[in-house]
């Protein structure tokens, strides 16, 4: 059960970091739940386990991480569709 949140917290806090940095509709759901996965596991691993905590995840670093990782995938996403 405790996946199940976690998997549900992880897209959620991708779909609010794609919906801060206006790339939430180019990359999809499922690369938002990655996205907030990654970028939990990044904002944590960089910041610490600090702030409210919702299903394991520090929410504030979390979602400083997730607004990275989809700063960084949207970056190169367009970067190779303007090649084509």
Wanted: glycine share 14%; aromatic share 6%.
């Amino acid at each position: 059960m405790h996946w199940l949140w976690v998997l549900i917290v992880g897209a959620i806090i991708g779909a609010i970091a794609g919906a801060i940095t206006h790339h939430s509709g180019a990359m999809g759901r499922i690369s938002n739940i990655i996205a907030g996965l990654v970028g939990s596991a990044l904002g944590e691993a960089l910041l610490g386990h600090w702030g409210p905590q919702l299903a394991g995840m520090a929410i504030i670093p979390s979602l400083i991480g997730a607004i990275v990782v989809v700063a960084v995938v949207s970056f190169f996403l367009m970067r190779s569709s303007a090649k084509n």
